[in-house]
Structure formats: structure tokens, C-alpha cells
């Protein structure tokens, strides 16, 4: 219901807003795309399915959670403060790593993201002297 161009939900939303049709539709197509991505997460991880020792299932999860909030900060850009481009393209390949079966890319997406996560939150609050939010 959301996919361009066939969005009806998205352009009933954009007719009864007055705006622009496939703005709207693109802009939802971002807000879903984690939900169009979870069904292949659950072919590669049957963690998410529970299936599998204990470790595993808790491990996948985490890993996947972590995955899709890296994901969402990649496409809204924010994550505690606007986001650079810079800083959006390293949550997005945390995401994918984080995605993509296999512990090893889980971890490195993981190091990624704790950095590039823990450099922006410990910029949040940083201001010029003019008073105006600081681009990092």
C-alpha cells in the first residue's frame, strides 16, 4: 500500500495533505523499507524465529534490533542530532553488515555503529559561538 506508483495509501495521504504525490510516496517507501527487509532477515537468521539454541535467538535478535535502528538513522538522519552525510552512510553499512547473515559482520557492523553512535552522541549538545547548532 505504500510502494510508488502504485501508493494508494500514501496517495490518499499526500491528497488529503495537498502535497505533492510522489514526494509522499517516496517518503514512505523510507519509513517502510525496514518492514519490506524483515521477512528476508528471518530466511538468513531463523534466530528471529526462534529457532535454535537460546544464545543464538538472543544474539540474532540484538544484532537485528541494533541492524534496524541503524537502518532508520541512516534514512532519517538522526540519531540523537542531525546526522551528516558522512554519518549516514556509517549507519548504513553498520545496518547491512549487521543484516547480512554471519557473526563476524554482525560484530563489525556492530564497532561501526558503537562509534559512529557514541561520536554523535557525545556531539549532540555542541554549539558554535554564534549560537547555532554545530554541523558535524
Sequence with gaps: MVTPPVAVAAYAAAEI?????LK???KAVKLCF????????????????MEGPWST???????????VIAL??????????PLNPWGRIAFFLAAILMIIPGMMTNIAGFIIFSGVGAFFYMHKNRKLSTGTEASI
Design 57 to 67: 535467538i538472543i544474539s540474532e535478535f540484538i544484532f537485528a534490533l541494533i541492524g
Design 17 to 21: 495533505a495537498e502535497e505533492d504525490m
Design 34 to 49: 525496514i518492514a519490506f527487509l524483515i521477512p528476508f532477515m528471518f530466511i538468513h537468521e531463523p534466530g528471529l524465529l
Design 24 to 26: 509522499i510516496g517516496w
Design 72 to 81: 532508520g538513522a541512516s534514512f532519517q538522519g538522526w540519531l540523537f542530532c
